[in-house]
């Protein structure tokens, strides 16, 4: 090869000839004589950041907050747990009813419960529903 214009890659480096196949630059591995090229990785586009997706919106931090504030108070009011044959402290607080943005925040829902009796009722719901704990909505 010829010392000129073309025997230089566009990121600088010296290009080289590999048995007539295609030209490649020595540093960067930028094919040349082909249809799609590699670009150099000095040349390369730099990938845009992700923009992050809040998890939680604002409106359900808001109503957390309540929430946090309301579970105390009814934790304070009900120490003990409000399933039927039990009397351990209750740490809990029981949805009645799903604890979608309706309901949420409505203490008419809550049950006090320790977490023995909570998972209880989280997994057996016929028994659950049968007792009170649950409601149809």
């Excluded at 540093?27 to 923009?51: D, H, L, M, N, S």
């Excluded at 997994?123 to 649950?134: C, D, V």
Aim: charged share 30%; proline share 4%; aromatic share 8%.
């Amino acid at each position: 090869m010829a010392n000129n214009d073309n025997d230089i890659c566009v990121c600088g480096h010296k290009r080289i000839d590999h048995h007539n196949r295609s030209e490649q630059c020595r540093e960067c591995a930028f094919v040349f004589g082909i249809k799609t090229v590699t670009r150099c990785p000095k040349f390369r586009k730099k990938p845009k950041p992700r923009q992050r997706v809040n998890p939680v919106s604002k409106r359900r931090i808001a109503a957390n907050r309540i929430y946090s504030r309301l579970k105390r108070e009814y934790l304070e009011e009900h120490p003990v747990c409000q399933v039927r044959w039990c009397r351990l402290r209750s740490n809990q607080i029981h949805h009645m009813k799903k604890p979608r943005a309706k309901y949420l925040n409505d203490t008419d829902t809550f049950l006090a419960t320790c977490h023995y009796c909570h998972t209880k009722i989280e997994l057996n719901k016929t028994w659950a529903r049968e007792q009170g704990y649950l409601e149809n909505i």
